[in-house]
């Protein structure tokens, strides 16, 4: 088999967000036809425990640590050089030697970038070597969603945030130029680039996320964590992220105290690891639960009332809505969080910007109890568009046409 570089920033295992699942899949996919030389980061010291899960996908693989804390100090470098403060914050002399030797010693004609900031490992040897075929996915337009977060921020942050969209696009723009071809995790994500860099259009494409879809299936018996009588909305996902921390803040604040006035034994269940101060703050709320991180979100999904994904700042495809969809389960989201999924009437979706409108139409759900019923329609719908074994192939066939 041919040989190709691999450079992730974060390692690829386990998949249980966002970012991991897609890398770990296209890991999984391409270890069945490439020898695989994997770079990556571990920013969580419960993550090292897994090394061996990645080592048996990969013909050689190098980890390096990385402390959040310490790489946000690092990242002020950014500041001083003209950078993007995602650039230093991934900066390391042990990657970038373990890149040149890999490539050297391997003769690498194919890298696979996952996300932008690992490109700068790659950058060197692509103006030494024109013959290396760079892959990158973006995944997200990163830079879009610093926009977003300035939006939301004032004083020193905002100015911080405005100033990372600015010099990320600009890292952006220099990457797609120098790769043989750019992937974004949707189309519409894939457009709004076409849309910032016209120059690029014919160089950018998409890869969607897909869905374990017999992993996250409504045909599974499952024991619910629920009591009987509880009405119970869920919302899944990485609870230190700040898209997921606005999203539930929101939620609890504008939209659920209104709910309860109409069905009081209505509990909101918040669903994931790492939950931030703000969110931990929300259990202090009547009838809100944050459980921090559990063994398996499906028991929270499957016996959940509907499942809420009420994201103000997103970009790309959110997981959580397509393994709710996946599993038959009635969603309530925003406009955004539904964002490269091609939702239609004959799905189980209600999608609402406003939080009155979006209380009465969890009212009129719950109400009818519609929510409780397995929507086989949206399952088929991700099973038709969102299927891992579709998806990754693709993948191949992009770095075998770029050969």
């Given amino acids: 088999m041919n040989d190709l ?16 699942i897609r890398s770990f899949h296209f890991l999984k996919y391409l270890a069945s036809e490439y020898t695989v030389h994997l770079g990556t980061f571990i920013d969580d010291p419960n993550d ?30 950014g500041l001083l050089t003209g950078q993007a403060l995602s650039l230093p914050y991934y900066k390391n002399q042990g ?3 373990w890149v040149d030797k890999t490539i050297k010693t391997h003769a ?14 790659i950058e060197p040897k692509l103006q030494q070597n024109n013959e290396i075929d ?41 990457i797609a130029e120098q790769a043989k071809t750019s992937l974004f995790v949707s189309e519409q994500e894939a457009a709004l680039f076409k849309q910032l860099a016209p120059n690029l259009s014919e160089k950018i494409s998409h890869i969607n996320n897909g869905v374990d879809i017999d992993f996250f299936s409504p045909d599974q018996i499952i024991d619910s964590p629920y009591a009987d009588e509880q009405q119970a909305l869920v919302f899944t996902g990485a609870m230190d992220y700040w898209a997921n921390v606005d999203a539930v803040c929101w939620f609890a604040t504008d939209v659920f105290p209104n709910l309860l006035k109409k069905h009081p034994n209505t509990k909101f269940y918040i669903v994931g690891s790492k939950p931030a101060k703000d969110v931990q703050d929300l259990a202090k709320l ?23 994904a009420s994201l103000r700042i997103a970009r790309g495809i959110q997981n959580k809505v397509l393994e709710a969809m996946a599993m038959g389960k009635h969603v309530v989201a925003t406009s955004l969080a539904m964002e490269g999924i091609a939702y239609n009437e004959s799905l189980a979706v209600s ?27 949206n399952r088929d719908f991700v099973k038709e568009n969102f299927s891992w074994e579709q998806n990754v192939h693709q993948l191949s066939t992009l770095i075998k046409d770029k050969s």
């Fill in 134 to 174: 760079m892959i990158v996915d973006f995944v997200d337009v990163d830079s879009d969603k610093w926009r977003q977060y300035a939006a939301k921020k004032q004083g020193l942050a905002r100015w911080i945030y405005q100033r990372e969209s600015k010099y990320l696009y600009a890292y952006e723009h220099k």
């Fill in 48 to 77: 090292w425990q897994y090394t061996a899960k990645v080592d048996a996908l990969c013909a050689d693989t190098h980890y390096v640590g990385l402390k959040p804390f310490q790489a946000k100090i690092k990242s002020l470098q």
């Fill in 5 to 20: 570089l691999f450079l992730v920033h974060r390692i690829p295992y386990p998949p249980n967000k966002g970012d991991k």
């Fill in 351 to 377: 999608v609402s910007d406003d939080a009155e409108e979006m209380v009465k139409q969890l009212d009129a759900l719950l109400q009818s109890q519609q929510g409780l019923i397995v929507s086989r329609a």
């Fill in 95 to 97: 990657m970038q030697d």
């Fill in 286 to 308: 009547p009838n809100i639960i944050v459980t921090g991180a559990v063994d398996d979100v499906r028991p929270y999904v499957a016996h959940a009332a509907l499942a809420v």
């Fill in 108 to 121: 690498i004609k194919k890298v696979l970038i996952f996300s932008s900031v690992m490109a700068q490992f």
